[in-house]
């Protein structure tokens, strides 16, 4: 069940992913729109001919019966299912002006549906799933430039929305642990709310512990300690294969930082290098560096529940954990905006861990949406009765073989970001915006 949104909404939306992503790639040189062949990144050409071809796929050729626009060639081109990641960019690509004519004659149809069929100006149903599916499609394409932009080196995005958050940038540490309440708990999504993911469906009793988890997430100087002490060379803080290749690939701290002797580190940031930002949370680590953090620091990772109870969970009349009462953001029900989280690009980077109190969950955590995604300790697996939406392959796939991350980061759109949003990556991944906080043993 999705709630019906209005045509103009629906139109307004996919225009801004669009600007986005022009944003994002406008500024690039031929040779940086294909850049070099690596795991975790795509050909930017590449990923946004794709993106057009998803509106194309599931809206235009799906649900209305077009043929497509260019012919065979579209799903030989940007299938990401049957088009294997390493051989993307030896593709015969369409050049960089016919992929963005393409993409705008995709986006002109696709709007133009909306205008021609909708009910006093409301999309059906089944559009306004499809459609809102289609921008944050986009949207996580988009997130996913930004990475790719960091992965090689990139100069920084520039976003006619960025704003100026120096005295964000320090105020400093939110050390401390708060304590929330066991209980029954209702872990997922509601069908009220106004649009879910498939892996996010439905809100389920489950029992949870009373349990302690940090205010905020693990900051860069806490991270810098676990470095100082041997962390990377501590053999039993790790499993055996990823030891051994941290061992064969030189690894001996998180990526992008570097060394300036003496155990002092600075942060490169896209193509600049900076001083690391103590009190920003620590990002772009694996699950397996968040994990050996844990062993080594005498703590844990939350669990995909405890993470959802202590970001959207309440106190019951009785001073216990509620049932009944459960909140769509940490904050309550109004959709995010910049003092309550660090979303949509306007910082350009990770933020203190102190900042944005107005954004704190009934228990007092902070940051939960926001910042740095958060990985939990959680394999992703689906909830009892899931059922695969249009887009069989977002989930599915990846059920058992990845781990759970929560939250968010800088780099994510507000519009699709709510509390029971799942993401889900291996936990080898690094080069994500990804931190996390932690729990008591």
Not at 279 to 287: D, N
Request: glycine share 8%; aromatic share 14%; hydrophobic share 40%.
């Amino acid at each position: 069940m999705t709630q019906r949104v209005s045509a103009t909404y629906l139109i307004a939306t996919l225009q801004d992913a669009r600007a986005r992503t022009l944003e994002l790639v406008n500024d690039l040189d031929q040779e940086q729109l294909m850049g070099p062949k690596l795991p975790g990144v795509n050909p930017l050409r590449w990923e946004i001919g794709h993106i057009a071809y998803f509106y194309e796929f599931f809206i235009l050729r799906s649900l209305y019966g077009h043929d497509s626009i260019l012919g065979l060639k579209a799903d030989e081109l940007y299938d990401s299912i049957a088009v294997a990641h390493n051989t993307r960019w030896d593709l015969p690509l369409l050049s960089m002006t016919e992929t963005l004519a393409y993409m705008n004659d995709v986006l002109e149809k696709v709007c133009a549906h909306l205008v021609n069929n909708n009910e006093d100006g409301l999309a059906s149903e089944q559009d306004s799933f499809i459609y809102q599916f289609g921008a944050f499609h986009e949207d996580m394409h988009t997130e996913a430039f930004i990475w790719g932009r960091q992965t090689l080196g990139y100069p920084s995005p520039t976003f006619s929305i960025a704003s100026n958050v120096g005295l964000q940038r320090s105020l400093g540490s939110w050390p401390g642990f708060v304590k929330v309440p066991g209980g029954r708990f209702k872990l997922g999504a509601n069908p009220d709310n106004p649009f879910n993911f498939d892996n996010e469906k439905w809100a389920h009793a489950v029992d949870v512990n009373q349990f302690e988890i940090a205010k905020a997430p693990i900051t860069c100087s806490e991270f810098a300690a676990f470095v100082k002490d041997g962390g990377y060379q501590n053999k039993d803080l790790w499993p055996e294969d990823v030891w051994l290749h941290m061992k064969n690939n030189d690894i001996h701290h998180p990526a992008y930082w570097v060394s300036k002797g003496a155990n002092r580190w600075d942060l490169q940031q896209f193509d600049k290098i900076i001083p690391l930002p103590n009190h920003a949370p620590v990002s772009h680590v694996t699950w397996y560096e968040a994990n050996a953090y844990c062993h080594w620091a005498g703590v844990r990772l939350p669990s995909e529940i405890e993470w959802e109870v202590a970001a959207l969970g309440d106190y019951s009349s009785t001073g216990n954990l509620s049932f009944t009462k459960k909140r769509r953001y940490p904050w309550g029900d109004t959709p995010p905006n910049p003092s309550r989280a660090n979303l949509d690009g306007r910082a350009l980077g990770c933020i203190d861990v102190a900042a944005l109190a107005d954004g704190d969950s009934a228990f007092g955590c902070r940051q939960m949406l926001g910042n740095v995604w958060e990985w939990t300790a959680d394999t992703f697996n689906p909830y009892p009765g899931f059922k695969a939406d249009a887009y069989k392959e977002y989930s599915e796939m990846l059920f058992g073989s990845t781990k759970v991350l929560r939250g968010g980061a800088w780099t994510t759109r507000s519009r699709m970001m709510h509390g029971t949003y799942r993401n889900f990556f291996e936990p080898h991944r690094w080069n994500i915006f990804s931190g996390f906080r932690v729990c008591k043993l």
